[in-house]
């Protein structure tokens, strides 16, 4: 089930920016288990932002340089609100007998 239910994941600016200046080369980043970033011979890049699972922060968390921003959390709050995300998500749930 995707978390957000078909609403286009396109259209939720939600991913990480590198600071090339601050970047140390630490590699932390390249853990992503959604292989957002690709390595290169400045560090590292955002290769594949729309890969980034909304709303996860963990690269930021981690990085060593405090090179890694996100959006404020606000824009995807609202979109859950406004999409009625929440609801869609729960009758997914229901349908697929993991909600009571
Ligand atoms: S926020 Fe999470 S999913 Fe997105 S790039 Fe960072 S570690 Fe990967
Ligand atoms: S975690 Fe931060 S400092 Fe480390 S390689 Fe990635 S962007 Fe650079």
């Known amino acids: 089930m995707a978390w957000l239910t078909g609403y286009p994941r396109e259209k939720i600016h939600w991913y990480p920016t590198v600071d090339p200046e601050k970047c140390v080369k630490c590699g932390m980043c390249m853990n992503c288990g959604k292989k957002v970033f690709e390595w290169t011979e ?59």
Not at 46 to 66: E, N, Q, W
């Open 42 to 100: 400045q560090g590292a890049r955002v290769a594949r932002p729309y890969d980034c699972i909304v709303g996860c922060s963990t690269c930021a968390s981690l990085c060593a340089g405090k090179a890694i921003s996100f959006p404020d959390v606000e824009v995807v709050r609202e979109i859950y609100r406004s999409q009625g995300i929440w609801a869609k998500v729960k009758q997914q749930l229901i349908k697929e007998g993991k909600l009571g």
